[in-house]
């Protein structure tokens, strides 16, 4: 790559010990004069959506999760007290935690178990992977999750948790109160709890929208504490509100540094302008990468363990927001990146074979960490660390990506720190948004979200009709064709839900060839 592009394309902002750079994309010298004009709207409409527009017309909600690094600029007095009383909150409960102020029986807490789902649990784990053990200190309290409903996984942090479950707070979070994933995970750690002689009230607290579900659970069984979500946050960009903090906190995170990175990189890219604005630039390099219709996938690549969780938590917030069959005017469009990734140097041994001599369906995004860790490195042979060999493994990769056309982009941050994780959530929510706006779709809803839960409700429904058939025949054999029919449902449903009956104990099965003539009793 000529040094010329390289000075032309890399963006520094040493205030923030940040930089971009775009040199490995061969766009034209004209591209990002011709996007001005379309990011000049993208820049307008996020500048209403900061003022409190309401940019989710689907739910007639503002969309305001940038208010929560800048209190100041809410629309209203109300809405700025709220967040900074809420902010106040999370901080005090975590010193009384930690104090042993607010306690157990045994004395202090030790444990936290986050039960959450997408938003509520992807943020969450991304900063707590992060961030936990800074600087060879021991975390304040163990983090884990129940991020699933999965029977066998919710058994496994169980195990882990063990006879410390005497000493576990436990965070229900969950906007509506109402998702079904959250509901039972709160349902079997409640019944873990009750097992070992424990009430799951003096454990349990809640983060929940107000006139939930789950606050009413919790008014109703007094939980030790309640944390508010608000509807003008999203799931996928509730990490600086209590969601992500009151985890953070606990964990002996330092949250004030999470929203200052986040605020200073907001201050940075709220500039309407492509030049000086990372957002812009790498929104403007997402268009291009894609040709503004999502025709390639974004990799990840993160070089540092730390930065595992980050591909996980940027495909909800990436693929969720973007992710729209509709354009802002109804028109059909079936819009969207996809985004996957693991981390270096571990692509080296997995993906990176296909990444340059396969398909060019992608474009990457490396990320580099200038900082090795927090001490001293051996040398591994003389003058050479496992640091430089990291860094080699980065830069050699995308020289050979480079080699073959293959486009990427580089993110360099100077060290994990709250403040640069701070800086990333922001960098990426800013990003999606003007995306977004770019291509003419709305960020902010999600309407296959809903669509998948509407037919996960009617397995269930099916479900009990199955059983309730298997009941009725009385121990009479009947094939999964039979009992669709009893039942009303599709017949490859129900012979999916009857598998799982027969594998969980449900029903008996008499197999039998050719499989659909397999037969099920009660």
């Keep these: 790559m000529p040094w010329s592009r390289f000075k032309q394309h890399y963006h520094s902002y040493p205030s923030l010990g940040f930089a971009l750079d775009l040199s490995r994309l061969p766009f034209p010298d004209d591209f990002l004069a011709g996007l001005a004009p379309r990011m000049k709207e993208a820049f307008a409409a996020m500048a209403e959506l900061e003022k409190g527009a309401i ?29 900074e009383s809420t902010l ?34 992807l943020g969450p784990q991304f900063v707590s992977h992060a961030l936990g053990r800074q600087r060879s200190a021991r975390d304040k309290m163990t983090v884990r999750f129940f991020d699933n409903t999965d029977p066998d996984g919710i058994d496994c942090v169980l195990k882990e948790i063990g006879s410390k479950l005497k000493q576990t707070l436990v965070l229900v979070i969950s906007k509506s109160g109402g998702t079904v994933e959250t509901r039972n995970g709160m349902l079997e750690a409640a019944a873990a709890f009750r097992a070992a002689g424990l009430d799951p009230a003096r454990h349990f607290v809640a983060v929940t929208g107000a006139g939930s579900k789950l606050e009413q659970v919790a008014l109703q069984h007094k939980w030790l504490a309640r944390f508010p979500m608000w509807d003008w946050v999203g799931g996928r960009t509730s990490e600086l509100c209590a969601v992500g903090l009151l985890p953070a906190a ?16 907001d201050k940075l890219t709220r500039k309407p302008s492509l030049e000086g604005n990372p957002a812009a630039l790498l929104a403007a390099a997402w268009y291009y990468a894609t040709d503004g219709r999502g025709a390639k996938d974004m990799v990840l690549l993160p070089y540092k363990d730390r930065l595992l969780l980050f591909s996980r938590y940027l495909q909800q917030l990436i693929m969720e927001s973007l992710g729209k069959e509709l354009d802002l005017h109804g028109r059909v469009v079936n819009q969207g990146i996809a985004v996957y990734g693991n ?16 398909v060019n369906n992608f474009f990457v995004t490396f990320v580099e960490v200038l900082k090795d860790r927090a001490g001293d490195s051996m040398e591994v042979e003389p003058g050479v660390t496992t ?17 073959k056309d293959r486009s990427s982009v580089t993110i360099t941050v100077a060290e994990i720190s709250p403040k640069t994780i701070g800086m990333l959530i922001a960098l990426y929510e800013r990003v999606t948004g003007l995306y977004a706006s770019l291509v003419g779709i709305n960020a902010y809803h999600q309407p296959g979200v809903e669509a998948g839960k509407k037919a996960a409700t009617g397995v269930i429904a099916l479900r009990l009709k199955l059983a309730l058939a298997l009941r009725k025949a009385d121990g009479q054999p009947l094939t999964a064709e039979q009992l669709a029919a009893q039942a009303g449902g599709d017949p490859e449903l129900a012979f999916k839900i009857l598998e799982h009956l027969a594998a969980n104990g449900g029903a008996k099965k008499t197999a039998k060839t050719p499989w659909y003539e397999s037969t099920y009793t009660a």
Aim: with cysteine.
């Design 55 to 83: 940019a989710n017309p689907d739910e007639k909600r503002m969309v305001g999760h940038y208010w929560l690094r800048a209190p100041q600029l809410a629309p209203t007095p109300e809405l700025r007290q709220e967040i």
């Design 88 to 121: 106040a909150a999370v901080k005090d409960f975590a010193a009384k935690v930690h104090k042993g102020e607010i306690g157990c029986a045994e004395g202090k807490f030790k444990e936290v178990l986050v039960i959450g789902i997408g938003g509520s649990a």
């Design 250 to 265: 606990l964990q002996g995170i330092k949250v004030d540094q999470l929203l200052a990175g986040a605020a200073a990189m």
């Design 343 to 358: 981390k270096g140097s571990t692509d080296q041994h997995a993906y990176v074979q296909q990444l340059r001599e396969g």
């Design 387 to 403: 640091g430089d060999y990291l860094q080699g493994f980065l830069l050699g990769t995308r020289d050979a990506l480079s080699e």
